[in-house]
């Protein structure tokens, strides 16, 4: 199907919710029920007056749907998960695992190219963290990009990616295109579900990272690290692939690192735990987690680093940068900004020998006025 015969069917199967869906202040749009939905605005949350005739017809609705992007949805499998052409990313339950009646939430992915310097306009962070993952980044650390669902990870993964200097071979690896990449040298891959009626078998992040490794990359990036694919990104890591990127879900730094290592043994690996915690702990250099606030703003909460792992098989963390507090302002909002801890990275050494303008001084806790 086209794209133009496809945003006709789209729009003709989700009118109800079709304005919703333009509204570029919108970013998510979540039906409870025929008769309940609610939407995403800015980072916040709001229900909306709009609704479906009813259960059939929003029944109908996910039929469709998955028809068109040639998958099943019904008894045996109750679930949908697609992308559409159009990029929208859409998760289906029907009943009897959705008790209230058809669930949906249709996620829309911005066009617009966001960059460091919006991120400092907004308040996401400041200029010295945003220089300071530009050298990291130029120095080839291997970044995690860590938070909750809905915290900006992938925004901000791909604002990172497009600070990678020229000349590199770069391999992006996700379940859905999301990330918003402009490079010369980049190759992208996308996972395969399993389609039995087409004789289409899964593909995997795990064996295109496999592949991935064939492929001559300088840096592999995974969009969202949810599996055993972890393992061969930690591996990646270690055997010479400099600046190697992804994100998970977690809602610490070292969170991020246990959660790591779970995925990790996932993988058919004869790795010890002791090993597989060496390994990982090795393998990463920053942690940079993010988060929404209260007032529907999505910040760096730290940029923290690995500095491997203590006698108890516990992973060493440090936070270089760390919000502690939000303010609330006359106007309702809210005002605060990751800053400094004392924390100087293990690697100054390295910005100092690559004459890197960011000196031991900006690392210092500022005194509190």
């Given at each position: 199907?086209?794209?133009?015969?496809?945003?006709?069917?789209?729009?003709?199967?989700?009118?109800?919710?079709?304005?919703?869906?333009?509204?570029?202040?919108?970013?998510?749009?979540?039906?409870?029920?025929?008769?309940?939905?609610?939407?995403e605005r800015a980072g916040k949350i709001e229900k909306v007056s709009h609704k479906f005739q009813d259960e059939d017809s929003l029944r109908a609705v996910a039929n469709n749907i998955a028809q068109s992007v040639g998958r099943q949805i019904g008894d045996e499998n109750p679930r949908l998960d697609a992308r559409l052409p159009n990029g929208y990313r859409i998760h289906v339950v029907i009943p009897p695992c959705a008790?209230?009646?058809?669930?949906?939430?249709?996620?829309?992915?911005?066009?617009?190219?966001?960059?460091?310097?919006?991120?400092?306009?907004?308040?996401?962070?400041?200029?010295?963290?945003?220089?300071?993952?530009?050298?990291?980044?130029?120095?080839?650390?291997?970044?995690?990009?860590?938070?909750?669902?809905?915290?900006?990870?992938?925004?901000?993964?791909?604002?990172?990616?497009?600070?990678?200097?020229?000349?590199?071979?770069?391999?992006?690896?996700?379940?859905?295109?999301?990330?918003?990449?402009?490079?010369?040298?980049?190759?992208?891959?996308?996972?395969?579900?399993?389609?039995?009626?087409?004789?289409?078998?899964?593909?995997?992040?795990?064996?295109?990272?496999?592949?991935?490794?064939?492929?001559?990359?300088?840096?592999?990036?995974?969009?969202?690290?949810?599996?055993?694919?972890?393992?061969?990104?930690?591996?990646?890591?270690?055997?010479?692939?400099?600046?190697?990127?992804?994100?998970?879900?977690?809602?610490?730094?070292?969170?991020?690192?246990?959660?790591?290592?779970?995925?990790?043994?996932?993988?058919?690996?004869?790795?010890?735990?002791?090993?597989?915690?060496?390994?990982?702990?090795?393998?990463?250099?920053?942690?940079?987690?993010?988060?929404?606030?209260?007032?529907?703003?999505?910040?760096?909460?730290?940029?923290?680093?690995?500095?491997?792992?203590?006698?108890?098989?516990?992973?060493?963390?440090?936070?270089?940068?760390?919000?502690?507090?939000?303010?609330?302002?006359?106007?309702?909002?809210?005002?605060?900004?990751?800053?400094?801890?004392?924390?100087?990275?293990?690697?100054?050494?390295?910005?100092?020998?690559?004459?890197?303008?960011?000196?031991?001084?900006?690392?210092?806790?500022?005194?509190?006025?």
């Amino acid at each position: 199907m086209d794209g133009s015969v496809f945003e006709s069917a789209i729009k003709n199967f989700l009118s109800p919710i079709w304005d919703l869906l333009k509204d570029e202040s919108v970013t998510e749009v979540m039906v409870n029920s025929f008769n309940e939905i609610w939407v995403e605005r800015a980072g916040k949350i709001e229900k909306v007056s709009h609704k479906f005739q009813d259960e059939d017809s929003l029944r109908a609705v996910a039929n469709n749907i998955a028809q068109s992007v040639g998958r099943q949805i019904g008894d045996e499998n109750p679930r949908l998960d697609a992308r559409l052409p159009n990029g929208y990313r859409i998760h289906v339950v029907i009943p009897p695992c959705a008790r209230k009646g058809t669930t949906m939430a249709i996620r829309k992915f911005s066009k617009t190219q966001f960059t460091f310097q919006d991120f400092i306009r907004y308040g996401s962070m400041s200029v010295e963290m945003a220089q300071f993952i530009d050298i990291c980044v130029k120095l080839g650390k291997n970044i995690i990009v860590s938070g909750g669902t809905g915290s900006g990870k992938t925004t901000l993964l791909s604002m990172i990616c497009n600070r990678i200097p020229k000349g590199q071979r770069l391999i992006v690896i996700e379940d859905s295109s999301e990330l918003q990449i402009e490079y010369e040298h980049i190759v992208f891959f996308e996972t395969r579900m399993a389609n039995p009626d087409e004789g289409l078998s899964a593909v995997t992040i795990e064996e295109l990272v496999k592949s991935s490794l064939r492929l001559r990359p300088d840096r592999i990036i995974i969009g969202e690290v949810r599996g055993s694919e972890a393992l061969d990104l930690v591996q990646a890591m270690n055997t010479g692939h400099k600046g190697c990127f992804g994100t998970l879900h977690a809602n610490t730094p070292k969170a991020a690192m246990v959660r790591l290592q779970a995925l990790a043994q996932g993988a058919d690996s004869q790795l010890s735990e002791k090993a597989l915690i060496q390994q990982i702990s090795s393998a990463v250099d920053i942690v940079i987690q993010t988060s929404r606030y209260q007032d529907g703003v999505r910040r760096i909460a730290s940029i923290s680093e690995v500095l491997g792992k203590d006698e108890r098989d516990q992973y060493i963390v440090k936070d270089i940068y760390h919000l502690d507090r939000l303010i609330r302002q006359e106007d309702g909002g809210f005002s605060g900004i990751a800053t400094a801890t004392g924390h100087v990275p293990s690697f100054m050494a390295e910005i100092e020998d690559h004459k890197l303008p960011f000196s031991r001084q900006k690392f210092l806790k500022k005194k509190a006025s």
